[in-house]
């Protein structure tokens, strides 16, 4: 994924900060409100440890998602994203963009000459995001429209293998349950339109808009590997199988392995 000096410079002023809306967490975990002692020590930690890896998250990305194998499962996603070249981005998934936001998940994105290299079994895990740039369903809030276009260039060849963990879009107020793979939306119909009409009135955008202004991106040709969902491969971790006691370890493995 190479980067065009006009794309840096994008990527440049999306680091400096931009003036999005705020979007806030819709469930609330349980739990006591935070101690005088607890606030204490998070203002110290703020002051005194270095948090480099969270500073290189330094671009936000708005998008929608949903479960491989059950489509009517979708969420809106706030990815908080950073380059750790020019081939690989790894983003934390939040279910808004304040200080009341749920992490989520987690999402990587790789350039489309990576994502050749990997084997096909490897690449049904990944989501392609032709549809969701040239859709205008994939947003960065704040930015200046040209400076927008530019990283959707950037981002529209790209691949991502995403997992969520807190299954907030259904209403968990705890990370119960296990992990599930997510996929990006391939076509029109698909999104439930509510979920796009909430975030455009949120966010104060128009995405109707934002897929006029992108009818110049090329969408490049899909790997056939990639939303393997489309052709009824479907992955999906399972929750764990009860093991009798009285079994030995190796009996175990090998009945863990039937």
Same mark, same amino acid.
């Given at each position: 994924?190479?980067?065009?000096?006009?794309?840096?410079? /994008?990527?440049?002023?999306?680091?400096?900060?931009?003036? &999005?809306?705020? @979007?806030?967490?819709?469930?609330?975990?349980?739990?006591?409100?935070? @101690?005088?002692?607890?606030?204490?020590?998070?203002?110290?930690?703020?002051?005194?440890?270095?948090? /480099?890896?969270?500073?290189?998250?330094?671009?936000?990305?708005?998008?929608?998602?949903?479960?491989?194998?059950?489509?009517?499962?979708?969420?809106?996603?706030?990815?908080?994203?950073?380059?750790?070249?020019? *081939?690989?981005?790894?983003? #934390?998934?939040?279910?808004?963009? *304040?200080?009341?936001?749920?992490?989520?998940?987690? &999402?990587?994105?790789?350039?489309?000459?990576?994502?050749? @290299?990997?084997?096909?079994?490897?690449?049904?895990?990944? $989501?392609? $995001? #032709?549809?969701?740039?040239? @859709?205008?369903?994939?947003?960065?809030?704040?930015?200046?429209?040209?400076?927008? $276009?530019?990283? =959707? &260039?950037?981002? #529209?060849?790209?691949?991502?293998? +995403?997992? $969520?963990?807190?299954?907030?879009?259904?209403?968990?107020?705890?990370?119960?349950?296990?992990?599930?793979? =997510? =996929?990006?939306?391939?076509? *029109?119909?698909?999104? *439930?339109?509510?979920?796009?009409?909430?975030?455009? +009135?949120?966010?104060?955008?128009?995405?109707?808009?934002?897929?006029?202004? %992108?009818?110049?991106?090329?969408?490049?040709?899909?790997?056939?590997?990639?939303?393997?969902?489309?052709?009824?491969?479907?992955?999906? =971790?399972?929750?764990?199988?009860?093991?009798?006691?009285?079994?030995?370890?190796? &009996?175990?493995?090998?009945?863990? %392995?039937?």
């Amino acid at each position: 994924m190479k980067v065009s000096q006009h794309a840096a410079v /994008a990527v440049a002023i999306f680091a400096l900060g931009a003036c &999005e809306r705020d @979007s806030p967490s819709r469930v609330r975990a349980p739990g006591a409100d935070e @101690s005088g002692k607890t606030k204490a020590l998070e203002a110290g930690a703020e002051l005194l440890q270095q948090k /480099a890896p969270l500073r290189a998250l330094n671009a936000y990305l708005n998008g929608f998602h949903f479960e491989n194998g059950d489509m009517g499962s979708q969420m809106e996603a706030h990815h908080f994203c950073g380059h750790i070249n020019q *081939d690989v981005i790894q983003c #934390v998934l939040f279910d808004g963009n *304040d200080d009341s936001a749920k992490l989520v998940g987690i &999402e990587y994105i790789i350039s489309a000459t990576l994502f050749a @290299s990997l084997p096909a079994e490897e690449k049904h895990l990944w $989501h392609s $995001h #032709v549809h969701e740039v040239k @859709s205008g369903q994939l947003i960065a809030p704040g930015i200046p429209l040209i400076a927008e $276009h530019e990283l =959707m &260039e950037q981002i #529209v060849g790209t691949y991502g293998k +995403t997992w $969520h963990i807190w299954h907030t879009g259904k209403g968990d107020a705890l990370p119960v349950g296990v992990p599930a793979l =997510m =996929m990006g939306f391939t076509r *029109d119909g698909q999104l *439930d339109e509510r979920l796009l009409s909430d975030r455009d +009135t949120r966010l104060e955008v128009r995405s109707n808009e934002i897929r006029a202004q %992108r009818a110049d991106i090329v969408g490049p040709v899909i790997d056939t590997d990639a939303d393997a969902w489309e052709k009824g491969i479907v992955m999906q =971790m399972q929750p764990a199988r009860q093991v009798p006691s009285a079994a030995t370890p190796a &009996e175990a493995t090998g009945r863990a %392995r039937q």
